[in-house]
């Protein structure tokens, strides 16, 4: 049971980090463009929504596993 927890575990890391990543180059590719920074509140739309709630599901899902697995392991 241990074993597929840490599997788990190491795959969801790894798809947070990846959406991370790909949420600051959507940003970075912005600034490219001419977009304004000075503005504090963006309009989530398409992929960018997506991608946002799938980075707050899996830190989520993440946090929930970290906490199973520190039950378990005791």
């Known amino acids: 049971m241990t074993n597929f927890l ?6 969801i890391s790894v ?3 990846i959406s991370v990543i790909l ?4 940003a970075g590719l912005g600034l490219l463009t001419g977009a304004e920074t000075g503005s504090v509140f963006t309009v989530r739309r ?4 997506v991608l946002f709630w799938v980075t ?3 830190s989520i899902v993440f946090f929930a596993l970290v906490l199973v ?5 005791g």
């Open 69 to 73: 697995v520190i039950l378990i392991g």
């Open 23 to 26: 949420q600051s180059k959507g």
């Open 46 to 49: 398409g992929i960018e929504r």
């Open 56 to 58: 707050i599901v899996l």
């Open 6 to 11: 840490d599997i788990a575990l190491i795959i």
């Open 15 to 17: 798809g947070l980090i």
